[in-house]
């Protein structure tokens, strides 16, 4: 079992940043991607960015050159810092973490408990 804990959000004005975080822990797993999805209200949840070990990080199209993701591979942590943010990017923002059991093995997807990221105009 992964547990996620999430830190950061807030309210911010239009063109402000924000720096969220995510902190795995666990025993008997191997981190496969790490990454920030999103939901705003009436919407399906989408990803933001994700990053893997050896792999840039992946970001939809409404966030590239704006997000930057990076990890702390010794720590487990991921971080995604909001720059310019806009009042579309208002959303619950989600912490994934996608990991393979050793003694089990499977991949699961692991969810943070979400944190409320609230931009105004």
């Known amino acids: 079992q992964v547990q996620l804990v999430e830190s950061g959000g807030g309210l911010v004005q239009a063109g402000g940043s924000l720096r969220l975080s995510c902190t795995a822990s666990g025993s008997t797993f191997s981190i496969i991607t790490m990454g920030w999805y999103r939901q705003a209200p009436g919407q399906q949840r989408e990803l933001v960015a994700d990053i893997s070990s050896g792999v840039n990080g992946n970001y939809a199209g409404s966030v590239k050159g704006r997000f930057t993701i990076s990890r702390d591979y010794d720590k487990n942590i991921v971080y995604l810092q909001m720059d310019s943010l806009k009042p579309e990017d208002t959303a619950v923002y ?15 997807d692991y969810w943070g408990q979400g944190t409320q990221v609230s931009v105004s105009s």
């Open 94 to 108: 989600y912490c994934n973490v996608r990991a393979r059991d050793r003694i089990r093995f499977t991949t699961n």
